[in-house]
Structure formats: C-alpha cells, structure tokens
C-alpha cells in the first residue's frame, strides 16, 4: 500500500547509550539500529519512499527523558530535544512529523513543554516512555497518581493524544525477572510495563473525569486485548476495589488507539480488530527497532485487511486521530 502514515519511529538526538546497547544485546545490530537511529533523512527517508511509507511521526528513543534523575535537566533536556526534532520536521514537513518527549518528572513543567510543543511546534501529540525516574535510580513513578491530575487535564484540553511507549523495568524491583535478563525489555517486559500502566490509569478511574482524553499504545495492545474478556470478567466475579465506572474494555474501545508496530502477526491482528475494531488500530513500524520492510511486507499483504481497512488502518484513521488534516 503507497501513502502509509507510521506513528511509533524513533530517533535518537545522539549516538545512543551503553543502556540502550545493553538492550539490544547483539553487537552487529546494535550498530545498524545505532546509525539509523540517528539518521532521519537519508537511510530511513530512502526507505520510506520504497516501502510505501509517506509520513512518520517520529519519537525519541526509549527511555530518554524518562529517566534523567533531575528535574531540572530533564526539563531543560525535553525543550532542547523538542527543538531539535521541530527542526528536522521543518526540513521536510510533508514526510515527518513529531512527538513532544515531556519532563513527567514534574506534572506542571510537561503540561507547559505539551503546550509549547502543540501550540508553537506544530505537534499533534506527545510520546512518553512510560514510567518515570525522579531523583532516585529505583524510583518508578506512574502517571495515575493524583499529582498527575491537572497534566491529564491539560492533554484533553489541548486534545492530542499521548502515546504510552515501553520502557525496560527498573533492576531493582523487577524480582520475578531476576536470573532471566532477557525477560526485562522487549521481548516481555515492555508489554507488561505497558499493560499495567494504562490498566492502572484506567482503574484510577482517569477517563471517567477525563472522558475525551486519547491514548495510544503500541505492539498490538500491549497484550490487553487478548485478556480483554477476562479482565471484566474477573472485575465483575470477585469482589474487588475496581473504581472505574465501566468495565475495561469500555474505556479501551473509547479512549485508547493500538498501532500494530514490532507485532507483525496475523494472530494478534486478528484478536485487536475483533477486540477493538479497526477504527482504532493505526499502522507503525518501530524504525529501527525493527526493520521497516519487515513491518511494511506484513501489512501490504495481510489477508485480514479488506483494501478498504487497509486504507483507513494504514493512513486514515491517523490523519483522523492526530488532525493531519492540512497536510493530506
Ligand atoms: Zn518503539
């Protein structure tokens, strides 16, 4: 399919660290995915054009900002960081676009950087590496405590959508991993982290003050679709403190988008559109995390896809979501 919109891309705004190499623990790809990560218009451009991919909307790499210990630095990192891809964006503004990364170390500092990003960027949301470090290395602080309250408001007012990405688990209290290093990132790990927050946010009864507020999560739905029954029923079963007014899977067919990237399987797509239905699954590849043809041959061919939902999975339901309106 030409003209598709990819949404979870990253970039790196330097060559990157010994954690995110950790990560990726063969050294071979670790150099490729290292250069493409800092490349943004030339390999990943030449790409895009062969493999039918018209416009990204491209993030910082996980965990940037996320965990810069002091607030004050992380602040001061997400104004540099937004400026630096608001530049790169203006280069070619009808192929890219940008994600606002947000000091979540202090609610009010990314309620003020969101507002910049949208209002004077151009950024028709933010992306967020999960939870967030602040002044203690094993500190992990979710986004559905009361301190988070007025930045919620403030996302829905703007009305942008925020992309909830993965981020590896904190050593230190991450103990069912112990022994099992590869169970830490993506391979588990990133869809658990994922999962419980935005089951947290919704059980914080989030949406039910919030109602209009969007979230988009990556890898298919992180898994909750395809234990989507199970949650409610459980939560209807046991007597349990649940507080939100409707079930989950309420909140997740009204207020949180999937995107189908690094999870190329017809199974799981298969499970999110009978969970969530295609108006709330958009395309993305996870460039460079994982190799652009390797997203674009699965969707193209998907049998699942009538050319219709290929079409609005692919590219409209993007447009719709993040108002790319004036440039499509
Ligand atoms: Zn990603």
Redesign the pocket.
């Known amino acids: 399919m030409q003209g598709k919109i990819a949404i979870?891309e990253?970039f790196a705004y330097e060559r990157p660290d010994r954690e995110a190499a950790e990560r990726l623990r063969r050294a071979e790809a670790w150099v490729e995915t290292a250069r493409r990560l800092v490349d943004i218009h030339e390999l990943r451009l030449r790409d895009m054009d062969e493999l039918g991919i018209e416009y990204a909307i491209l993030s910082l790499?996980?965990p940037a900002v996320q965990s810069i210990l002091d607030v004050k630095e992380a602040i001061a990192a997400a104004r540099k960081y937004n400026d630096f891809l608001a530049g790169e964006v203006a280069k070619r503004p009808d192929r890219f676009g940008g994600f606002a990364a947000l000091p979540m170390q202090d609610p009010d500092a990314a309620a003020e950087e969101l507002s910049r990003c949208v209002k004077e960027l151009g950024f028709p949301g933010a992306l967020v590496n999960g939870f967030t470090q602040r002044e203690v290395p094993d500190s992990t602080i979710y986004y559905d405590i009361p301190e988070y309250r007025p930045f919620w408001a403030c996302v829905e007012e703007l009305g942008v959508p925020f992309y909830l990405?993965?981020r590896t688990a904190v050593r230190e209290r991450a103990q069912a991993y112990e022994g099992h290093p590869w169970l830490y990132s993506s391979a588990w790990g990133f869809a658990v982290e994922t999962s419980i927050h935005v089951l947290r946010l919704i059980g914080s009864c989030l949406f039910d003050e919030y109602p209009k507020l969007q979230l988009v999560i990556?890898h298919l739905g992180e898994r909750i679709p395809y234990d989507m029954w199970r949650l409610d029923h459980r939560i209807e079963t046991i007597p349990t403190d649940y507080p939100a007014k409707k079930p989950i899977s309420a909140y997740m067919r009204s207020n949180v988008h999937i995107t189908t990237?690094?999870n190329f399987s017809d199974s799981a797509l298969q499970c999110a559109i009978a969970e969530m239905g295609v108006d709330r699954i958009m395309f993305a590849v996870?460039y460079p995390?994982e190799v652009m043809a390797g997203g674009t041959s699965w969707f193209d061919q998907t049998e699942l896809l009538s050319d219709q939902d290929r079409i609005k999975v692919g590219r409209n339901n993007a447009i719709e979501l993040f108002k790319l309106g004036d440039i499509f």
Do not use: L, Q
């Open positions: 979870e990253h790499t996980a990405h993965p990556g990237s690094g996870d995390m």
